[in-house]
């Protein structure tokens, strides 16, 4: 088991910027991939990014590829996702998951956080 908690998340204008951390307790952190969702409601949760258990590779979704950046700190039991130059259509509720094999879909993971929300006004 693994529990995950988010937190980084709220208000901001367009272009702005925010990061998200997701704090993992229990089972040993540098056994999963990590990777980001996000979900706006009456919409499927979509990738975000994806970082590999040693954070060598890294993958993104096209609509954020060159604005946000994901990374891990093992010694810290931490992801986070840096997300630059933020837009209106990056308002959803952000989450981070921990999974056994990594990928694009959400089942490749195991364990799921609550959820941050963002919203980026224009």
């Known amino acids: 088991q693994v529990q995950l908690v988010e937190s980084g998340g709220g208000s901001v204008q367009a272009g702005g910027s925010l990061r998200l951390s997701c704090a993992a307790s229990?089972?040993?952190?540098?056994?999963?991939?990590m990777g980001w969702f996000r979900q706006v409601p009456g919409k499927e949760r979509e990738f975000v990014a994806a970082v590999t258990r040693s954070g060598g590779t890294t993958s993104y979704a096209d609509s954020v590829k060159g604005r946000f950046t994901i990374s891990r700190d093992n010694g810290k039991n931490t992801v986070y996702l840096r997300m630059n130059g933020l837009k209106p259509e990056d308002t959803a509720v952000y989450y981070c998951a921990a999974g056994f094999s990594g990928g694009l879909s959400i089942y490749a993971y195991d364990y799921w956080g609550q959820g941050t929300q963002v919203t980026v006004s224009s």
């Open positions: 229990g089972r040993t952190f540098s056994t999963f991939y």
